[in-house]
């Protein structure tokens, strides 16, 4: 398990990636699609469980903090809108690049949310099966990009970021780590769904 | 094969480290060691071992490596392998470790040969792993969100060594955990399962010997998925009668696995399972609509399902769940037959009976039967119509054809009708070559039809039982089958009658009939054979046929065995429908035992044995003998009477002469008055006097051959006449009987008999002396005899004559007296002198005298004179009824009898004279 929220070795990625044919990168896409689209439910499902155990104010219907950036993790370059206009390339790097430290992050979370509820194994499992899964998204991601040519980008440095003082404020980082996720997701999903168009099997 | 690989030693053998030579300071020392340490060696390898001496030992003793001595436990291992490499290592070489074995031993021979123990190693033997093969791997759903991944694959051969199994798995981004088998060598189990992420994963076996590895294996695990089977189903009736909808729920996330599903149900009541064409169920769904079922039917579902691409394993089927289709109108009539029984010539009783819809037919509960019943012409009877609950219905219908119809009706809807002709006579043709058989079990009934026209048939059968009457059931089939099973409650070793009634549009055949049997068995018993008659060299058997119930199949013949005691089994086969058989060329007078085997087409049974003997004669053959035998009798008599006849003549003279009878003689007819008067007085005194012991009455001329009885009078009356008239002529007979008497016995006058008897009118009187012995003189009693036969008087004559001819002589032929009084002539006196009556001669005393003593058993009716009375009416008795000329004289007798009162007196005397008598 540690494995999986260990930090992506970005060697790794290269070494496995081999060219693959075109009926297989339509295969490929298709598999990584229906990962996304299990991941942004997923996702979906993982903020709603996370509000629910944080208690107040995370779980009241109208908590609607602004958006925040988590430390070391890249937020997407784009507003939702645009993202679709990227190219193929520019989608799948920005993709590469967030889910190699998206497992690491999810991780974290996975500890501290272990501490601060410790009786709320579903989430745990939840938080375990995301960081499983944004694991699984990254190799998918570098197969694709690999098999079609897209430059990879760099491997993520260490995070720095000093631990948050309080549990509020625990709290409120893992808030927007998970809506970071979802977002990620979703992004993820729409990428390959246009991905998928173009690559029929 | 791994029993016999057991001498591989695994356990770990101490090293001796003894020198016994360099014990210094108290401290044991090794005097050497053997490389390689406890070495795990590969099976049928080589091996070489160096045993190096320490160099402080070598000082202590003249000691070389030549003189090291390897062993394997304790056998010394041959010279020929040894290899002194300098002066202190020995090498031993070993070709193939399968000889080897714990501990191997190093070994000097120091002084005095004795041999000392250096070091020991253990050695371990046992095979590389093998690659393991046939690596798969399978996900289990779990529950909603877990799955495990087993992966299994075969371990190949056992090493004999401990061995490691790991299950290696990688990403794309890199390796995963190793999963180990926990207890076992062939299959691991891990939860760590990500769907849509390509996983490798193999096999690897690692033990002392080396390390193994199996082929890799790549695939997604969302294709390697054993879901769960859909839950929480439900079954509910759709608006058609014929559907029923089911709804369910899947355990598995849609954005996990889309799945196609296989719909099964059955009919509640059968086990056999239809699908529902896959095809329609390939997509993912959570209803589905199932239809073209039967009405009112309970139907049982259940489903599973798979990842739609066909990839992965399908789950178990989901639990059953049950639904019952709607109502519908019954979709056929129930079978119709009837039963007619007529008990007058122009009515019927018709018994209409009519099966309940089964209820795939049915289709829903039936409520009630409309049965209408429509004459036909000439009938004018105008339509009847019924509504019945039963499956019966008993009509009085006059003879004619008739349309019967009933019609099933249920919540819905009526049931099309099903109709029956009933004809006023069968008139169409029977079916042909009716043959019942069992078969696959059960009884099958075919024919061939008479034609094509048959609309149906109708099959009765019932069980033929000798306790039962013949219950009727029956079926229906449809007018193009030649066969059916007898759809019915079979029993096996009974008798079925089984009738086939072929149905026509507009008539009816007669049903022929066949009997059969599901399945046979030996008779129950035996017939009981008896004889009915039995001859001389024949016997005819009989027996009563086996019931019904005892036969157990078709009766096919019987066996009559028979045999003498010693003799050979004879067996005759007789037709069954005998109950007669007769048995011929027996041996006369012979006992023979006769059995008889009833045998059906399943086996026989015996009755029980009979013996029997046959006549030592024929039939006639007695009769051949014994008829000629008496008529030749017959005839021997005929001729002997023939004779006698002819010569009856000169028989007569010899045998039977002619006597003279005295009452016949002229003399008799002499002056009649004072006989009489003499008679009574005579007779009075003769009582006493005389008795007789044997009378004879011979027939003397025609003319006295009147009355032998007459004599009886006649001896009253005539002689006496006679005595008075003329003693010449008067009968002696009385006198000679007492003068013969007392000379030839005592108790009887056999003699006199012979002589004077000749004839059966022979008249007996005997008198016993009661008191002879001891002197007591009772009273003497005379004995008259009850004989009615006739005196004969004139025989006696000569000898009367010499005795004085007395003519009272044939009174006491009548009257057995005493004849004391002829002892002392003085009481014979006294009596004549109060009877008047001219005593008798002496002789005729003596006579009677022997008389008394004679008749001591003779009746005492005159011997006294009360008794008197008695005498007289038991003489009248004596006397012949067919004299009746004498009964007016017997009258005056007894007159004359009781007038006279001297008579008892005279009586009284005798008796004491005969005290005085027996002195003598």
Same mark, same amino acid.
């Given at each position: 398990?540690?494995?999986?929220?260990?930090?992506? !070795?970005?060697? !790794?990625?290269?070494?496995?990636?081999?060219?693959?044919?075109?009926?297989?990168?339509?295969?490929?896409?298709?598999?990584?699609?229906?990962?996304?689209?299990?991941?942004?439910?997923?996702?979906?499902?993982?903020?709603?469980?996370?509000?629910?155990?944080?208690?107040?104010?995370? !779980?009241?219907?109208?908590?609607?903090?602004?958006?925040?950036?988590?430390?070391?993790?890249?937020?997407?370059?784009?507003?939702?809108?645009?993202?679709?206009?990227?190219?193929?390339?520019?989608?799948?790097?920005?993709?590469?690049?967030?889910?190699?430290?998206?497992?690491?992050?999810?991780?974290?979370?996975?500890?501290?949310?272990?501490?601060?509820?410790?009786?709320?194994?579903?989430?745990?499992?939840?938080?375990?099966?995301?960081?499983?899964?944004?694991?699984?998204?990254?190799?998918?991601?570098?197969?694709?990009?690999?098999?079609?040519?897209?430059?990879?980008?760099?491997?993520?440095?260490?995070?720095?970021?000093?631990?948050?003082?309080?549990?509020?404020?625990?709290?409120?980082?893992?808030?927007?780590?998970?809506?970071?996720?979802?977002?990620?997701?979703?992004?993820?999903?729409?990428?390959?769904?246009?991905?998928?168009?173009?690559?029929?099997? | 094969?791994? /029993?016999?690989?057991?001498?591989?030693?695994?356990?770990?053998?101490?090293?001796?480290?003894?020198?016994?030579?360099?014990?210094?300071?108290?401290?044991?020392?090794?005097?050497?060691?053997?490389?390689?340490?406890?070495?795990?060696?590969?099976?049928?390898?080589?091996?070489?071992?160096?045993?190096?001496?320490?160099?402080?030992?070598?000082?202590?003793?003249?000691?070389?490596?030549?003189?090291?001595?390897?062993?394997?436990?304790? /056998?010394?291992?041959?010279?020929?392998?040894?290899?002194?490499?300098?002066?202190?290592?020995?090498?031993?070489?070993?070709?193939?470790?399968?000889?080897?074995?714990?501990?191997?031993?190093?070994?000097?021979?120091?002084?005095?040969?004795?041999?000392?123990?250096?070091?020991?190693?253990?050695?371990?033997?046992?095979?590389?792993?093998?690659?393991?093969?046939?690596?798969?791997?399978?996900?289990?759903?779990?529950?909603?969100?877990?799955?495990?991944?087993?992966?299994?694959?075969?371990?190949?051969?056992?090493?004999?060594?401990?061995?490691?199994?790991?299950?290696?798995?990688?990403?794309?981004?890199?390796?995963?955990?190793?999963?180990?088998?926990?207890?076992?060598?062939?299959?691991?189990?891990?939860?760590?399962?990500?769907?849509?992420?390509?996983?490798?994963?193999?096999?690897?076996?690692?033990?002392?010997?080396?390390?193994?590895?199996?082929?890799?294996?790549?695939?997604?695990?969302?294709?390697?998925?054993?879901?769960?089977?859909?839950?929480?189903?439900?079954?509910?009736?759709?608006?058609?009668?014929?559907?029923?909808?089911?709804?369910?729920?899947?355990?598995?996330?849609?954005?996990?696995?889309?799945?196609?599903?296989?719909?099964?149900?059955?009919?509640?009541?059968?086990?056999?399972?239809?699908?529902?064409?896959?095809?329609?169920?390939?997509?993912?769904?959570?209803?589905?609509?199932?239809?073209?079922?039967?009405?009112?039917?309970?139907?049982?579902?259940?489903?599973?399902?798979?990842?739609?691409?066909?990839?992965?394993?399908?789950?178990?089927?989901?639990?059953?769940?049950?639904?019952?289709?709607?109502?519908?109108?019954?979709?056929?009539?129930?079978?119709?037959?009837?039963?007619?029984?007529?008990?007058?010539?122009?009515?019927?009783?018709?018994?209409?009976?009519?099966?309940?819809?089964?209820?795939?037919?049915?289709?829903?509960?039936?409520?009630?039967?409309?049965?209408?019943?429509?004459?036909?012409?000439?009938?004018?009877?105008?339509?009847?119509?019924?509504?019945?609950?039963?499956?019966?219905?008993?009509?009085?219908?006059?003879?004619?054809?008739?349309?019967?119809?009933?019609?099933?009706?249920?919540?819905?809807?009526?049931?099309?009708?099903?109709?029956?002709?009933?004809?006023?006579?069968?008139?169409?043709?029977?079916?042909?070559?009716?043959?019942?058989?069992?078969?696959?079990?059960?009884?099958?009934?075919?024919?061939?039809?008479?034609?094509?026209?048959?609309?149906?048939?109708?099959?009765?059968?019932?069980?033929?039982?000798?306790?039962?009457?013949?219950?009727?059931?029956?079926?229906?089939?449809?007018?193009?089958?030649?066969?059916?099973?007898?759809?019915?409650?079979?029993?096996?070793?009974?008798?079925?009658?089984?009738?086939?009634?072929?149905?026509?549009?507009?008539?009816?055949?007669?049903?022929?009939?066949?009997?059969?049997?599901?399945?046979?068995?030996?008779?129950?018993?035996?017939?009981?054979?008896?004889?009915?008659?039995?001859?001389?060299?024949?016997?005819?058997?009989?027996?009563?046929?086996?019931?019904?119930?005892?036969?157990?199949?078709?009766?096919?013949?019987?066996?009559?065995?028979?045999?003498?005691?010693?003799?050979?089994?004879?067996?005759?086969?007789?037709?069954?429908?005998?109950?007669?058989?007769?048995?011929?060329?027996?041996?006369?007078?012979?006992?023979?035992?006769?059995?008889?085997?009833?045998?059906?087409?399943?086996?026989?049974?015996?009755?029980?044995?009979?013996?029997?003997?046959?006549?030592?004669?024929?039939?006639?053959?007695?009769?051949?003998?014994?008829?000629?035998?008496?008529?030749?009798?017959?005839?021997?008599?005929?001729?002997?009477?023939?004779?006698?006849?002819?010569?009856?003549?000169?028989?007569?003279?010899?045998?039977?002469?002619?006597?003279?009878?005295? /009452?016949?003689?002229?003399?008799?007819?002499?002056?009649?008055?004072?006989?009489?008067?003499?008679?009574?007085?005579?007779?009075?005194?003769?009582?006493?006097?005389?008795?007789?012991?044997?009378?004879?009455?011979?027939?003397?001329?025609?003319?006295?051959?009147?009355?032998?009885?007459?004599?009886?009078?006649?001896?009253?009356?005539?002689?006496?006449?006679?005595?008075?008239?003329?003693?010449?002529?008067?009968?002696?007979?009385?006198?000679?009987?007492?003068?013969?008497?007392?000379?030839?016995?005592?108790?009887?006058?056999?003699?006199?008999?012979?002589?004077?008897?000749?004839?059966?009118?022979?008249?007996?009187?005997?008198?016993?002396?009661?008191?002879?012995?001891?002197?007591?003189?009772?009273?003497?009693?005379?004995?008259?005899?009850?004989?009615?036969?006739?005196?004969?008087?004139?025989?006696?004559?000569?000898?009367?004559?010499?005795?004085?001819?007395?003519?009272?002589?044939?009174?006491?032929?009548?009257?057995?007296?005493?004849?004391?009084?002829?002892?002392?002539?003085?009481?014979?006196?006294?009596?004549?002198?109060?009877?008047?009556?001219?005593?008798?001669?002496?002789?005729?005393?003596?006579?009677?005298?022997?008389?008394?003593?004679?008749?001591?058993?003779?009746?005492?009716?005159?011997?006294?004179?009360?008794?008197?009375?008695?005498?007289?009416?038991?003489?009248?008795?004596?006397?012949?009824?067919?004299?009746?000329?004498?009964?007016?004289?017997?009258?005056?007798?007894?007159?004359?009898?009781?007038?006279?009162?001297?008579?008892?007196?005279?009586?009284?005397?005798?008796?004491?004279?005969?005290?005085?008598?027996?002195?003598?």
């Amino acid at each position: 398990f540690v494995n999986f929220l260990s930090p992506i !070795n970005c060697n !790794n990625l290269l070494s496995s990636s081999s060219p693959l044919s075109q009926q297989e990168v339509a295969v490929k896409i298709k598999q990584t699609h229906n990962l996304t689209v299990l991941l942004k439910q997923c996702s979906e499902q993982l903020l709603a469980e996370y509000v629910h155990h944080q208690g107040e104010p995370f !779980n009241s219907p109208d908590f609607n903090p602004p958006a925040m950036a988590v430390p070391g993790l890249p937020s997407p370059p784009v507003p939702p809108e645009t993202w679709l206009a990227l190219s193929d390339g520019e989608r799948l790097w920005h993709l590469a690049k967030a889910y190699a430290v998206l497992p690491g992050l999810l991780g974290s979370m996975w500890r501290q949310q272990v501490e601060l509820n410790p009786l709320a194994s579903e989430l745990h499992q939840q938080l375990e099966a995301a960081a499983r899964q944004c694991r699984g998204l990254a190799g998918n991601l570098g197969s694709i990009m690999g098999s079609l040519g897209v430059p990879r980008p760099p491997p993520p440095s260490p995070v720095l970021g000093t631990a948050p003082a309080s549990t509020f404020l625990i709290k409120l980082s893992g808030y927007h780590m998970c809506r970071l996720h979802q977002d990620w997701a979703t992004r993820s999903h729409d990428a390959l769904v246009l991905l998928g168009t173009k690559y029929p099997l | 094969m791994s /029993s016999g690989w057991n001498w591989v030693i695994n356990a770990l053998y101490i090293p001796l480290g003894i020198c016994s030579l360099g014990v210094s300071g108290g401290l044991v020392q090794s005097c050497g060691y053997i490389i390689p340490e406890s070495p795990v060696l590969t099976l049928g390898s080589s091996f070489t071992a160096l045993c190096i001496l320490n160099e402080s030992c070598l000082d202590f003793g003249n000691i070389h490596a030549n003189q090291i001595i390897w062993k394997i436990k304790n /056998s010394v291992v041959p010279k020929e392998q040894y290899h002194v490499i300098n002066r202190t290592v020995s090498r031993v070489t070993f070709s193939d470790t399968s000889t080897l074995a714990t501990p191997l031993t190093c070994n000097i021979l120091a002084d005095g040969q004795i041999e000392q123990n250096i070091y020991g190693i253990a050695v371990t033997l046992g095979l590389p792993p093998e690659k393991p093969e046939n690596l798969t791997c399978i996900v289990h759903q779990k529950s909603k969100r877990e799955y495990i991944m087993t992966c299994t694959w075969n371990p190949g051969r056992h090493t004999f060594l401990p061995i490691d199994f790991h299950l290696k798995s990688e990403w794309a981004l890199g390796a995963l955990p190793d999963c180990k088998p926990q207890g076992v060598n062939n299959s691991c189990s891990t939860d760590d399962v990500q769907f849509f992420v390509n996983l490798e994963v193999w096999v690897e076996a690692k033990n002392a010997l080396g390390m193994a590895e199996s082929e890799h294996i790549d695939f997604d695990p969302v294709d390697i998925v054993k879901p769960l089977p859909p839950h929480k189903l439900l079954v509910s009736s759709a608006e058609q009668p014929a559907f029923l909808k089911l709804s369910w729920e899947n355990q598995i996330r849609e954005v996990e696995m889309e799945l196609k599903f296989n719909i099964r149900y059955r009919i509640s009541d059968s086990s056999d399972w239809m699908e529902i064409p896959p095809e329609d169920t390939a997509s993912p769904r959570t209803s589905f609509t199932v239809q073209s079922l039967k009405p009112y039917t309970e139907y049982v579902f259940s489903l599973r399902c798979m990842k739609k691409d066909g990839k992965g394993y399908w789950s178990d089927w989901s639990e059953e769940k049950s639904g019952v289709t709607s109502e519908a109108k019954p979709s056929k009539g129930p079978p119709l037959w009837r039963k007619i029984t007529s008990h007058s010539p122009n009515s019927w009783t018709v018994h209409l009976m009519w099966q309940e819809l089964n209820r795939s037919e049915a289709n829903g509960k039936i409520l009630r039967y409309d049965v209408t019943v429509k004459a036909k012409p000439p009938l004018s009877r105008r339509l009847d119509k019924y509504s019945v609950n039963s499956t019966n219905l008993t009509l009085n219908l006059t003879n004619g054809t008739y349309e019967v119809a009933v019609t099933a009706h249920n919540r819905i809807g009526g049931s099309p009708r099903s109709v029956l002709l009933i004809p006023a006579s069968n008139s169409k043709a029977s079916v042909k070559d009716l043959k019942a058989f069992p078969k696959d079990g059960m009884l099958w009934v075919e024919w061939t039809p008479p034609n094509s026209n048959i609309t149906k048939y109708v099959i009765e059968w019932c069980l033929v039982s000798d306790s039962s009457d013949c219950i009727t059931e029956w079926q229906q089939e449809l007018g193009t089958s030649q066969g059916a099973f007898l759809k019915g409650d079979i029993k096996p070793f009974k008798c079925y009658l089984i009738t086939v009634h072929p149905l026509y549009n507009n008539s009816q055949g007669n049903g022929q009939s066949t009997k059969a049997y599901l399945q046979q068995k030996p008779p129950a018993k035996g017939p009981t054979v008896q004889t009915k008659k039995v001859g001389k060299a024949e016997a005819v058997l009989i027996w009563k046929p086996l019931t019904v119930d005892e036969q157990n199949g078709f009766i096919r013949y019987y066996t009559i065995l028979y045999k003498t005691i010693s003799g050979n089994e004879t067996a005759v086969n007789v037709d069954p429908s005998k109950t007669e058989y007769t048995l011929s060329s027996l041996s006369s007078d012979t006992l023979y035992m006769v059995q008889m085997k009833a045998y059906n087409d399943n086996g026989s049974t015996s009755g029980p044995v009979f013996t029997f003997t046959t006549q030592k004669f024929g039939k006639g053959e007695i009769e051949a003998i014994v008829v000629p035998v008496c008529l030749a009798f017959l005839l021997t008599i005929l001729l002997a009477v023939l004779f006698c006849f002819n010569k009856r003549d000169l028989i007569k003279k010899h045998i039977w002469p002619n006597v003279p009878d005295p /009452s016949k003689s002229n003399i008799a007819q002499w002056s009649p008055q004072t006989p009489t008067k003499h008679n009574f007085s005579s007779k009075d005194q003769m009582y006493p006097e005389r008795s007789f012991t044997d009378v004879s009455v011979v027939e003397i001329e025609v003319d006295d051959k009147k009355s032998f009885s007459e004599q009886d009078l006649k001896a009253f009356s005539v002689p006496k006449k006679e005595k008075n008239t003329s003693e010449g002529h008067s009968s002696g007979i009385g006198g000679s009987s007492c003068m013969s008497s007392p000379r030839q016995s005592v108790s009887d006058s056999d003699e006199s008999e012979s002589t004077q008897n000749t004839s059966s009118t022979v008249q007996y009187s005997t008198v016993v002396l009661n008191g002879y012995r001891d002197q007591i003189p009772s009273a003497q009693v005379f004995s008259r005899s009850e004989s009615t036969q006739p005196l004969l008087d004139a025989e006696e004559k000569p000898e009367d004559n010499p005795g004085g001819g007395d003519s009272a002589t044939p009174q006491q032929q009548y009257f057995k007296q005493n004849c004391s009084q002829a002892e002392s002539n003085i009481d014979v006196s006294h009596f004549e002198r109060a009877k008047q009556v001219t005593s008798p001669v002496n002789e005729e005393d003596l006579v009677g005298l022997a008389q008394l003593q004679i008749s001591g058993h003779s009746s005492q009716l005159c011997a006294s004179g009360p008794e008197k009375n008695k005498c007289e009416p038991t003489l009248a008795g004596a006397l012949p009824p067919s004299s009746e000329g004498h009964i007016p004289r017997l009258e005056t007798m007894g007159l004359h009898t009781a007038t006279v009162d001297e008579i008892p007196q005279s009586y009284m005397p005798q008796t004491v004279r005969q005290g005085g008598y027996m002195p003598q």
